[in-house]
């Protein structure tokens, strides 16, 4: 069992920061890749920034240069720094994590619950 918890949303001016935080617990062996995922209304979920466990990061076209994703594996952290947010940057934003988990090395998905970032104009 694997959970994730985000937190540090909250609304924004455009042009402001904002930092996401996300948590794991659980009986995990090991978080090999996370990423963080948005939804917007009416939208499919799309992939924002993604690390691997050994520091590799990507990122859509939409926020590079002004997104940053981070992890702490001591903490069993990661982070996403957002800079210079735009009202389009408004959604929910999802936390995920693939890795293994318990004695046998079990494979596991697991997604956060999310939390809500919204941008003025």
């Known amino acids: 069992q694997v959970q994730l918890v985000e937190s540090g949303g909250g609304l924004v001016q455009a042009g402001g920061s904002l930092r996401l935080s996300c948590a794991a617990s659980?009986?995990?062996?090991?978080?090999?890749?996370m990423g963080w995922y948005r939804q917007a209304p009416g939208n499919q979920r799309e992939l924002v920034a993604a690390?691997?466990?050994?520091?590799?990061?990507n990122y859509v076209d939409s926020v590079k240069g002004r997104f940053t994703i981070s992890r702490d594996n001591a903490k069993n952290m990661v982070y996403l720094q957002m800079s210079s947010l735009k009202p389009e940057d408004t959604a929910v934003y999802y936390c995920?994590?693939?890795?293994?988990?318990?004695?046998?090395?079990?494979?596991?998905?697991?997604w956060g619950q999310g939390t809500q970032v919204s941008v003025s104009s």
């Open positions: 659980g009986n995990f062996f090991s978080i090999n890749d």
């Open positions: 995920n994590a693939k890795g293994l988990f318990g004695p046998l090395r079990l494979q596991y998905n697991s």
């Open positions: 690390i691997t466990s050994g520091g590799t990061t």
